[in-house]
């Protein structure tokens, strides 16, 4: 509701303006408190809460550009509204070389908000090679409180999707963050990592999200925990390339009979190589690198039997099922190291 000299009264749950808005005003608060969000699908991302005394909306009123969030009353609240045209005509006496001064700050600004936001929303990790701790966007405690709130809401959910167990949004994001204290925005970037990964169905509109396994997010746990009580020393980290030379194997293991009394498949690594090789005769992987994953002990030593034929015994559905857990934690570690890029500003 506006009132007279540019005045504004909002009511609890009113909208001062949405994402996406032209931005034609700013606004001083004179009482109550207004809190800053952006939606993402059918949830919301909280990033700031502002109170009696502080602005709202000058970035995007300084800077053009249209809302980058919205603004909404948590009380009754009353604001200054200040216009464009109020600000121009304050603007007229003012040099032009003050102007341009003032986009600079209010660019950098912006730019520094969204940096310290991302680190601020980031856990804090020990990087046990030199004894410093990273800043990582989804820590291994995000993803085990978030892994067991989707399997908790899960489980109490009557209602089952063509693609799985549906998953209640607004459970999940309460239990998650009112009880394990996980922020909102962590809780959707790790339903966006499982989605990638195959483990979870979300729409395009975000109303319908199912567990396609439950068995596999608890064997994800499982592995977590277990590596957590590690020596780093003796835990089963995978290189990008062992993982490459893992995920050929699983894309070809069908082709190899399994033993129905020892449940082991011999697996012709060679013959593996030679189905990824390209025409132009470039080869994926070299055969010594497929000499982590014994290590690991995911497969066998390797047997010589010929050049063309080179045999390790694997069990293909633990291998299986190694393997899309390690997809789950290749799929993290990238998305931690474009968050940590991203917000101390590398391109």
């Known amino acids: 509701m506006a009132g007279p000299s540019g005045a504004r009264r909002l009511q609890k749950g009113d909208l001062l303006f949405k994402e996406g808005d032209s931005s034609n005003a700013m606004y001083l608060i004179r009482s109550g408190m207004v809190r800053i969000f952006k939606k993402k699908g059918d949830s ?3 990033i700031d809460t502002l109170r009696s005394g502080q602005i709202v909306g000058e970035m995007a009123f300084l800077d053009g550009n249209p809302r980058s969030a919205s603004a909404e009353a948590l009380m009754e609240t009353e ?61 291994v405690h995000d ?18 999707l063509p693609e799985g167990k549906r998953i209640k949004m607004g459970s999940l994001e309460r239990y998650a963050n009112q009880v394990m204290g996980v922020p ?5 970037s790790f339903l966006d990592i499982l989605k990638q990964a ?3 169905h979300i729409s395009e509109n975000s109303q319908d999200v199912a567990l396609k396994d439950a068995g596999l997010l608890e064997s994800f746990i499982q592995y977590v925990c277990d590596e957590n009580l590690l020596e780093p020393s003796k835990r089963h980290d995978i290189s990008i390339r062992g993982f490459l030379v893992m995920g050929l194997i699983a894309k070809h293991l069908d082709k190899f009979s399994k033993d129905d009394a020892s449940g082991m498949a011999t697996v012709n690594v060679s013959e593996v190589l030679k189905l990824e090789t390209t025409a132009a005769g ?11 994953l014994v290590k690991i002990g ?30 789950i934690l290749k799929i993290i570690e990238a998305m931690n190291e474009e968050k940590q890029k991203n917000a101390l500003g590398f391109r």
């Open 44 to 46: 919301q991302i909280e």
């Open 79 to 139: 604001l200054v509204e200040i216009s464009k045209s109020i600000y121009d005509s304050t603007m007229v006496q003012v040099p032009e070389w003050l102007k341009v001064l003032l986009k600079a700050i209010v660019a950098r600004l912006r730019s520094t908000t969204t940096k310290m936001k991302n680190l601020e929303s980031s856990s804090s990790e020990m990087n046990y090679a030199d004894g410093r701790r990273n800043f990582v966007f989804l820590g």
């Open 143 to 160: 993803c085990l409180k978030i892994a067991s709130a989707i399997l908790l809401v899960g489980s109490n959910s009557k209602e089952d």
């Open 184 to 188: 909102v925005a962590k809780v959707t």
């Open 198 to 200: 195959n483990l979870m």
């Open 282 to 292: 470039k080869e994926p992987f070299r055969m010594d690198e497929f000499v982590e």
């Open 298 to 327: 995911y497969a066998s030593n390797l047997t010589v039997l010929a050049s063309d034929k080179q045999t390790t015994m694997i069990q293909p559905d633990t291998f299986r099922r190694a393997y899309r857990i390690q997809r």
